[in-house]
Nanobody
């Protein structure tokens, strides 16, 4: 199971770090990702860390402002978000799967495990 936390209300230009904790004892063997869904829009990929520890997969909307990281000892993945904008307002979801490769890691339909989502609201 995945449990997302850390969402909240922040002003534009501010920062927020959200977390996702996993109950799996084999967390290190899973690729993990963050997605978000804004009101009235489809869910979109933001960033991912491969099971190998490579955390270099980002959507264009996240590059330069968001940073994904993982702590396998704590079975937790983080998303540090800086310079937040009102258009970043969304429910943020973490996801995990053990079978992903570079060509599939951005595909939400490849992920078997999802957190419940945490709401981030950015005011202008």
């Amino acid at each position: 199971q995945l449990q997302a936390s850390g969402g909240g209300f922040v002003q534009a230009g501010g920062s927020l770090r959200i977390s996702c904790s996993a109950s799996a004892r084999t967390f290190s063997g899973y690729s993990v990702a963050w997605f978000r869904q804004a009101p009235g829009k489809e869910r979109e990929f933001l960033a991912a860390c491969k099971w190998s520890g490579t955390c270099t997969y980002y959507a264009d909307s996240a590059k330069g402002r968001f940073t994904i990281s993982r702590n396998n000892a704590k079975s937790t993945v983080y998303l540090q978000m800086n310079n937040l904008k009102p258009e970043d307002t969304a429910v943020y979801y973490c996801a995990a799967d053990s079978r992903l490769i570079s060509s599939t890691i951005r595909d939400e339909y490849r992920y078997a495990y999802w957190g419940q989502g945490t709401l981030v609201t950015v005011s202008s």
